[in-house]
């Protein structure tokens, strides 16, 4: 987690809560001890890298406007930003928030063991009566959630039902995903015997999650039995949500959870959940046909893939074109309305 140092384009608050971190994606403020606003921002990431494009809010014209920081011109951030609006009017990246709302009520009246942080998706009253401004008020409600804060766990909590990425990756070279032997002769893209619980490392700011095997993660989780509460949870929760994506024709391939304690070292669901960013959604129908190649996808695979193409994996700075982050938007927003019937727009 980076603290505001990295941060590309603050979530504006008016100074109404005090700012306690910035993440890649998301802003967090403290309402109370006990309790945070999660704010999702433009900033997009891939390969653990943001890229620079953000959308910024313009308080002159109080407008959002897509800005690239690189040779930000003002010629050219009004180029940009009139391209987005004319032909792409439902451009929006902040589309986790309203995944994860709607996973978190989902997954609870499913899993009624389950904690989870989500308190509800609104601002603190105070906050919306101080604010003024109309239309960043609007923006804000969008791209929020009131959350309990709570010690995170030092783990992500990787789930994979099919071999892809990372994954794929490791069992080329030594048929193996985090250390576990699987059986040979796997294609890309097809779905694993059983789901796998495959954890990695949350790295500091700057550096890459590592992938790591079972072990060595329950090790640094340190109390086996929340180790195994978080295992169990983790295959669960994939479960339950592969289940319900497959319903409306997108399978689950993987997906990352975090998870939370609280001072009595219950396992508390934290963070995003099941968003394009921490998940990869393919769509079913083109999923066998696709089987050993890369697979069509409702998720941040769009952006990979042209990073890749463009030798650009990993590196700083990269200023994706309005094409490419559009699209991108465009498949966050296709699959959230499979899944819940209702068509986001953009703040
Ligand atoms: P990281 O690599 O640390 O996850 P990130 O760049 O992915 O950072 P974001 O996803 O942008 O970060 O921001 C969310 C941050 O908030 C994460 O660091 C996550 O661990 C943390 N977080 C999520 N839920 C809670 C919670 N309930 N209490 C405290 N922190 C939380
Ligand atoms: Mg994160």
Do not use: C
């Amino acid at each position: 987690l980076n603290m505001a140092s990295s941060t590309i384009v603050d979530i504006d608050l008016k100074g109404l809560l005090p700012k306690v971190a910035s993440g890649k994606v998301r802003d967090l403020f403290a309402i109370d001890d006990n309790t945070l606003l999660f704010v999702a921002s433009d900033r997009i990431s891939a390969y653990d890298v943001v890229m620079q494009n953000v959308r910024s809010y313009n308080s002159r014209s109080q407008q959002l406007i897509l800005i690239s920081l690189k040779g930000n011109s003002r010629k050219r951030r009004t180029a940009y930003s009139n391209e987005v609006y004319t032909n792409f009017p439902n451009y929006i990246l902040f589309t986790p928030n309203a995944y994860s709302v709607y996973w978190f009520k989902y997954l609870q009246n499913r899993i009624p063991t389950l904690k989870t942080h989500f308190i509800k998706q609104s601002l603190p009253e105070d906050v919306e009566s101080s604010l003024g401004d109309q239309s960043l008020l609007g923006s804000l409600q969008k791209r929020s959630m009131q959350v309990r804060r709570l010690q995170i766990v030092p783990v992500e909590s990787i789930v994979r039902g099919y071999i892809t990425g990372s994954g794929w990756a490791e069992y080329k070279k030594s048929g193996t995903v985090n250390g576990i032997k699987l059986p040979s002769g796997l294609l890309e893209g097809q779905q694993l015997p059983k789901p796998l619980w495959t954890p990695s490392t949350k790295a500091e700011a700057g550096a890459k999650d590592e992938n790591i095997s079972p072990e060595k993660a329950r090790e640094l989780i340190g109390d086996a039995t929340v180790a195994k509460r978080i295992e169990e949870l983790s295959l669960e929760i994939y479960t339950t949500a592969a289940k319900r994506a497959e319903e409306v024709g997108i399978i689950l391939a993987d997906t990352k959870f975090e998870f939370g304690l609280t001072s009595e070292n219950e396992v508390v669901l934290v963070d995003e959940v099941l968003t394009p960013d921490s998940s990869r959604f393919w769509p079913k129908d083109t999923w066998e046909q696709n089987i050993g190649k890369q697979q069509p996808s409702f998720d941040k695979q769009y952006l990979r893939d042209w990073l890749v193409d463009q030798g650009l994996k990993g590196k700083e700075g990269v200023v994706i074109p309005e094409n490419i982050a559009a699209q991108t938007a465009v498949k966050y927003g296709e699959a959230y309305q499979m899944l819940t019937g209702e068509k986001l727009h953009a703040a």
